[in-house]
């Protein structure tokens, strides 16, 4: 057996009530996208459920039709808008569009004519990120004829996505909150949402009527200035499969990049970057064995690691012994940092070779 990931509901679960109790009165509703950030969406999502999530977002159709047959009740937003040719799956799987320009919001429109009947949807304003939603310019076109424009969509949400949340004094989060109260004033009348994970931490003027929580759901660190709020969820380990004794100058993996600077002992351990472990780690990056954290020996390898393991006391040097690489010592924090990178690529790119474990402690 190689890498396994456990995977804690429980915490996940408290983490849900976490994000409830610090956005003040708004809802909270789950982003499961990227099979819930890699975890698995069909254990991650029905225990958000069980705790009182209601509303969920994903980013594309295929995600949202899984989710549905996970559960059946709950309203679903895809992020990723709508066309003519993913109509019949929003329409058969009762999901909901966030619709993102006027040309979605007409082929939404005429989609419910033909259906004779309201359709639920989300729209998003593009309030300074240039990625998706409608601009400033494109809802002043639409806006002389908002009424026939929306005609057949029943509006359950207005959002937008701020750009630089993770960082509380950047003067982009105040204009793109005073963007979306403009644009907000524009519209008709619906719930609104601008802050997830990190908007979150800037305050009630951000929380509005409900509230997006992806990476605070999973243990990631919303404000990296600031201590972490939530609870470890994922725990990444794997065994040893060799132990073996070096001399001072002896070189190790591809390349020789690692010399041996006194006689060194190295653990070979059964994970790779094939299972997520990230290449950028080596020579940076920290991995838990025997309660003693232990550097990387050499590049990381498809299948393979290696760890100086020569600290280590000797009793927990044992072929068979667990590492730890991600989890309650080794914080998704600082995996993110010292790959250069951040906690949400370190999670989605955990392989589905890493076996999955689920408990609810």
Known sequence: MGAELTVRLGALAANY???????????AFPVVKANAYGLGVDHVAPRLASAGADTFFVARIEEGVALRALLPNVRIFVLDGFSEATAPAFLSHRLQPVLNSPEEIAQCSDLAKRE??????????????????LSYSELAQIEPQLKRAFAGIELKLVMSHLACADEPSHPMNKAQLERFRAALARLPSAPASLAASA????????????VRP???LYGGKPIPARANPYSTVAILTSRVLQLRRVDKGETVGYGATFAAARPTILATVAMGYAD???????????????????????????????LDVTDVPEA?????????FLGDAITLDEVAESAGTITHEVL????PRARRRYTES
């Open 199 to 210: 908007g979150i931490e800037l305050g009630r003027d951000y929380h509005f009527d409900a």
């Open 214 to 216: 992806g990476m605070a």
């Open 17 to 27: 009530g976490g994000v409830k109790r610090r956005a003040s009165s708004a809802l």
């Open 316 to 324: 927990a040097l044992v072929v068979g012994a667990q590492a730890e």
């Open 116 to 133: 004779r009947r309201k359709l639920e949807a989300a729209v998003q304003i593009d309030t300074g990120m240039n990625r998706s939603g």
């Open 348 to 351: 989605t790119s955990i392989s």
């Open 276 to 306: 997520g472990l990230m290449r950028a780690n080596a020579g940076k990056g920290k991995a838990l064995l025997g309660g003693v954290r232990v550097g990387f020996a050499g590049r990381i390898s498809m299948d393979l690691a290696a």
